[in-house]
Structure formats: C-alpha cells, structure tokens
T-cell receptor, first 114, second 112 residues
C-alpha cells in the first residue's frame, strides 16, 4: 500500500517570493513521483516527474522538486512565484514495480497575492 | 488536437436519472482512468482500464459502470443518480500503469 501526505492545504505567498509545497509519501516498493497543477476549472497537467536518476527534477514554469529517499519526501519549489501560479497542486505516487495504482495527495492550494 | 477529451463538459440532471460521460484519447495510450473530484478538490480514482481490460475497480457503487469499446475510449455510465454523485469527473490516460497521466478537462455533474 502507498500513501501521499501534502502537509499544507493552503499556502498564501506574495508575488516574487519563493515557495515550497511539501509532499511526503509512504510505500513498500520503489516509486515514481509526480507533481500536477490544476488551474481553476481545468483538468490536471503534469508539472514534473521523478522516475529514476538525478534526485533534482526540473519541470515547467520554473518549478523544481527534490526526491529525498531517506525522508520519503518530494517537495516542490519555485524561487519566485507569479500571480499566474495561483492554482491547486497535487503530489502523486505510483509503484514502479508493476503496482501502478496511482495515489494522489489531497492537494495544496497556492494563492499568490500581488 | 485535444489529447484527452470528455463530453459533455457540464451535466445537470435530476435524481434517479441515468447518464453517460464519454472520454476519448488520441495519444495512443493503453491505459485509461476515471477519477471523481469532490468539492474539496479531493481526487479519488474510480476505475482503470488497460487494453480494454478492467484493472482497478475501487470501492464505488455498482450504479457506476465503465465501458471501454476500444483502447482510445472509456465511457462512464451512471444509473439512478443521487445527490452525492455531484462532482467533477475526470478521465485520464497513460502509457502503461504508473506513468504520467494526461487528464481531460473534466465533466461537472450536478444532480438536483
């Protein structure tokens, strides 16, 4: 079984400030990790993914995330946010060894203030 | 071209009715999914099909029945709609299980 915990349900920040959205997971097998973004009234789209290799993963729109196996974390960061980054962000995990039932976190609402 | 499309985008209906939501993907993926997103944005997987075969069937009422006529389509039929079925339903696809998923725009279902 696997689970995902997004520690913050809402993160308010000011424009041009840095932001970190936290994600912890648990799994008994090796995992693939993902961050998705959902803009208002839209479907989810992939921001970035970790499958293997380098633990620092760069995604679209200036976001990056770091896979930390010892802390079972996959936190999402951006050094300077824009108003347009206001959205819901979902962390997701699936097993890399064939158990691919995807599990999503409950989401973090990023609210960027001018 | 839209990668994953759903119809209709909005669906308003009364309790007790039967309705269907259609999903099509043109990405050549072999796995498709249905998710339900509630008013608190919680995303719950309902079904997954791999090459037209049901792989995941989470705990959902049997009033919900998925149908996959081919690898590119996964439709969701709902019988005897209830107020609690009101939600946004997302279709998604991926190549193999476990990979990144591509989501449709969602169908907002409102049951009155």
């Amino acid at each position: 079984a696997q689970s995902v915990t997004q520690l913050d349900s809402q993160v308010p920040v000011f424009e041009e400030a840095p932001v970190e959205l936290r994600c912890n997971y648990s799994s008994s097998v090796s995992v693939y990790l993902f961050w998705y973004v959902q803009y208002p009234n839209q479907g989810l789209q992939l921001l970035l993914k970790y499958l293997s290799g380098s633990t620092l993963v760069k995604g679209i729109n200036g976001f990056e995330a770091e896979f930390n196996k010892s802390q079972t974390s996959f936190h999402l960061r951006k050094p300077s946010v824009h108003i347009s980054d206001t959205a819901e962000y979902f962390c997701a995990v699936s097993g890399s060894g064939g158990s691919y039932i995807p599990t999503f976190g409950r989401g973090t609402s990023l609210i960027v203030h001018p | 071209d839209t990668a994953v499309s759903q119809t209709p985008k909005y669906l308003v209906t009364q309790m007790g009715n039967d309705k269907s939501i259609k999903c099509e993907q043109n990405l050549g993926h072999d796995t498709m999914y249905w998710y339900k997103q509630d008013s608190k944005k919680f995303l719950k997987i309902m079904f997954s099909y791999n090459n037209k075969e049901l792989i995941i069937n989470e705990t959902v009422p049997n009033r919900f029945s998925p149908k996959s006529p081919d690898k590119a389509h996964l439709n969701l039929h709902i019988n005897s709609l209830e107020l609690g079925d009101s939600a946004v339903y997302f279709c998604a696809s991926s190549q193999g299980g476990g990979g990144e998923q591509y989501f449709g725009p969602g169908t907002r279902l409102t049951v009155t």
